[in-house]
């Protein structure tokens, strides 16, 4: 057993991270269609106006206002109709004093109008149209480039493409977006207990858990999980697989962060870079350990689930979003009363899983190595190092999940 040597605060922890990784500057080229989510690398500038030519903004009749003036219920005013508009039209007559043309929403306003009065406000016959109610200049009318005028800036470099933006590009002709591509993370599991899931399990092996949680993790926060077959534990079979996850933007691995005698992969992370910090005063996750590999950040997390997802959360999070150029993860929380109390080591940040019951929060976590004290959580509560107890009843923060 080699015991950890002085560990470090999770705030300083996160600050190493963080320094070591920069945002992607490659990018690509995707369909509009695949690009929702993901971060624009150009500036887009519009082509044309949207709408390219007023339209109208309702079903009815293109009029000049002047005409409308006067009409009522019981006085209407008289126009004669020249012409019938659909939304994919184009006007072939002007209108004239005592003209009207009738259009549908999003039909080309003709000519020589300036208003659209609605077909509520109107009675036809034959192509004599009543005119109940006046309208006045620009009434019911969509003006070119009311959206987008042809030069405005539609999409900002670094731009998160929502649907909306997507929409934009669309609207002014664009079909392929130029975003930054995605960071490609290589995820290692170590351990020779380790099996696939799907496979018949004996006493002494455990289900891959890490692999999933983490790809998840990474997918949902702007990366490319790329998973590598499980490193068996043996130093040669170590360095192989950290040698070639290296070529990824960053490594993170599991297990074989710990200070027992098969924990090798921090002697190959010492052989091949550099490491760091190993240790970190949070529970759960204090098996946690940092270095380089030439240029690729490495985090080893620790091998128990909850222990890795924990600090997948609170440090893998972090790095992936600022890589992405994705904004910093906006957190959810809600104010509760603690269902019972909850003893915390003075020294060390720690995180307390908890389910939302009856208005209160109930504490759920069971060990590290539970996958359910993560999965059947509604959030967590953040105990400060200085901080020993929280009782029964105090209130406390809820970072929902």
Known sequence: ?????????????????????????????LPIERAAGRVSGSEVRARISVPLADRAAMDGYAVRAADTYGAGKFKPKVLQRVETLYANSVPKKRISKGKCVEVATGSTIPGGADAVVMVEDTEKKGDRVSIHSPVHPGENISPEGEDIRKGDKVISDGEVLSPAKIGAFAAVGVRRASVYRKPVVAVLTTGDEVIEPGRPIRPGQVYDINAYTLSAVIEENGGEPKRFPRAPDDIESLRSSLRKAAKCDLVVFS?????????????????????KFHGVAVKPGKPTVFGRVGKTPVLGMPGYPTSCLSNAYMILVPMLRKMARLPPKMEKTIELPLSRRVVSAIGRTEFHTVKIEKGRAVPVYKESGAITSM?????????????????AGETVQVILF
């Open 255 to 275: 297990g074989g962060s710990s200070v027992g005698e098969k924990d090798l992969i921090m002697d190959v992370l010492r052989q091949l870079g550099e490491v």
């Open 1 to 29: 057993m080699r015991p950890f040597k002085a560990l470090i605060s999770l705030d300083e922890a996160l600050a190493i991270c963080m320094d070591a990784v920069s945002p992607i500057v490659t990018g690509e080229s």
């Open 375 to 391: 999965a059947n959580a509604d959030g967590y509560i953040r105990i400060p190092a200085n901080v020993d107890l929280v009782e």
